[in-house]
């Protein structure tokens, strides 16, 4: 159980560390590339490792789901979010952009009730 345990805080350590720096990334190289094409390249790289990750976890069966349309609603969804963010990143300052982001849950919070009723 402990094994488990340090094994996920060093996931999620790794996790916040590769989205950390994917920001000021994707601003330093959106001067000179388009926003599409630094999407196009973050997800060609970003693929095979998921397709890892899924594999030690579930297994490749997962993503044959039976929700396979809702799951790649989601996938759209989910790649509209950072092209735009992305696209956000590019035009304003990486601070601005990223205080933006962080206010995501209270949106959230806010759309929740009138939504959900």
Do not use: W
Request: aromatic share 10%; charged share 10%; glycine share 6%.
């Amino acid at each position: 159980m402990h094994n488990r345990m340090v094994r996920g805080i060093l996931s999620l350590c790794l996790g916040v560390l590769v989205f950390s720096l994917q920001d000021p990334l994707v601003k330093a190289v959106s001067s000179g590339y388009p926003v599409t094409e630094v999407m196009a390249i973050r997800s060609i790289v970003a693929l095979p490792i998921l397709i890892v990750l899924v594999h030690a976890d579930v297994g490749l069966r997962a993503i044959l789901s039976r929700r396979f349309g809702l799951l790649t609603i989601r996938a759209f969804i989910q790649f509209t979010s950072y092209t735009v963010y992305y696209l956000a990143i590019a035009a304003l300052p990486l601070a601005d952009a990223v205080a933006l982001y962080f206010m995501a849950p209270l949106f959230i919070m806010a759309l929740a009730g009138p939504y959900l009723g």
